[in-house]
């Protein structure tokens, strides 16, 4: 096995690149079809399978899967989306290219870094038509309350499972409590295949919708043709090439069977984080509340630094240790694009977090002597 090489005696995420990888791949380039195909489909049927969904719709990216969502779910001008701040920007992106307007919602509080079903039903206003959830790092948000929110008003619930494949709430996916869920492959994911994503859905109708925007609104594949299956085909809706191609099927159909026992290694390491640095110096490690039937991805570790703490200090003093270390997330509405944009509401909680949030490597294979490396890097910083 050989990991990538970099700068970094611990990097933020690190790829693992195996023989059985390089397999898949050069079996694939040498089948001749690279596009669409068989490879697709098998991903699509075992990602499904694995989270006990109806349908699976693999799909170019993660944002890519938000907007057909979007899209899909009739989301357009006049319409607005509730959808938290911390967060990384393509939900919002996604929700005004299909002419809608985001509204912010603040996070629970320094422990629980998802969204606040409370500000959610504060944020409610006559042009709601549905809630974005995004369950942060893999840790599943209260969907009990939201989905209760959502009944209530009559609002659908899409949601952005980017950091949450094979992460539960009672035994249940996250990705399926809302009509669609949204993941993405991106290289530094959990399931990662360079870029690539997936719309899940137990609704046929929805899943119709998206196969149709995924690719040109066309009726039939070049794959159906190309098979004989088909000889042309209409066009019924105006959509987007928002495919997957075979080479990525093929690594991600690997990384899938790794996918369950890669996440418990990082649940192993994100809790030596936390049994090094939760409470020391006054820093605090989010989501230390267990229970409630959730089982975390760990997509991310993230520690809150103390009020007052220097957070570009600190991370530099970890960059002089050869340790990457990142932000998950500068609050999107606080970003030039987005200030002061759509309705302006008050989010402290997400602008305290955001201030003092400092994301520690995470991935599979670190070692426990990186591990602690890490942990001893910070406490001294401090
Ligand atoms: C990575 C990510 C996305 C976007 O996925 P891409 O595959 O990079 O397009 C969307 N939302 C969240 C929360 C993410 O972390």
Redesign the pocket.
């Known amino acids: 096995m050989t990991t990538t090489e970099h700068r970094w005696y611990v990097p933020l995420s690190d790829l693992i690149v195996d023989d059985e990888i390089v397999a898949a791949v050069s079996e694939t380039v040498r089948s001749g079809w690279w596009s669409v195909g068989p490879r697709v489909a098998e991903f699509e049927a075992e990602f499904a399978a694995f989270c006990g969904s109806e349908h699976a719709l693999a799909v170019a990216?993660?944002?890519?899967?938000?907007h057909l969502a979007l899209l899909a779910l009739g989301c357009g001008p006049g319409d607005e989306v509730l959808v938290p701040s911390l967060?990384?920007v393509?939900?919002a992106n996604a929700i005004r290219h299909t002419g809608a307007t985001p509204v912010f919602v603040d996070i629970v509080g320094d422990d629980d870094l998802n969204a606040d079903p409370a500000d959610i039903t504060a944020a409610l206003g006559p042009a709601t038509k549905g809630i974005l959830v995004?369950h942060y790092g893999g840790f599943a948000c209260d969907m009990d309350a939201i989905c209760r929110i959502a009944d209530e008003n009559g609002l659908w619930i899409l949601e952005?499972a980017?950091?949450a494949p094979g992460a539960t709430l009672g035994g249940k996916a996250l990705g399926t409590f809302g009509r669609i869920g949204?993941f993405?492959?991106?290289s530094n994911?959990n399931l990662p295949v360079g870029?690539?994503?997936m719309a899940i859905t137990d609704d046929p109708d929805l899943a119709e919708r998206l196969r149709l925007l995924r690719s040109h609104g066309m009726t039939t594949l070049t794959w159906d043709r190309h098979r004989g299956h088909a000889h042309s085909y209409d066009v019924v809706a105006q959509g987007f090439n928002y495919r997957l191609d075979e080479l990525r099927a093929a690594i991600g159909l690997v990384q899938l069977k790794r996918l369950r026992q890669e996440n418990e290694s990082r649940g192993a390491h994100a809790a030596r984080y936390r049994a090094a640095l939760d409470g020391i110096e006054g820093t605090s490690l989010p989501f230390g509340a267990s229970g409630g039937g959730r089982i975390s991805s760990h997509?991310l570790c993230v520690a809150l630094l103390p009020e007052g703490a220097d957070r570009l200090a600190v991370r530099q003093a970890l960059e002089a240790k050869r340790v990457q270390t990142s932000v998950h997330y500068p609050p999107i509405h606080m970003f030039t694009e987005y200030r002061g944009t759509g309705r302006v509401r008050e989010l402290p909680r997400t602008e305290d977090a955001g201030r003092r949030l400092v994301t520690l490597p995470l991935f599979a294979h670190l070692s426990d002597d990186q591990v602690d490396a890490v942990a001893a890097a910070l406490v001294e910083a401090l």
Do not use: I, Q, V
């Not at 990216?61 to 938000?66: I, R, V, Y």
């Open positions: 990216n993660g944002t890519a899967a938000l967060n990384f393509a939900a995004m952005d980017a950091h949204c993405s492959f991106f994911k870029e690539g994503g997509h």
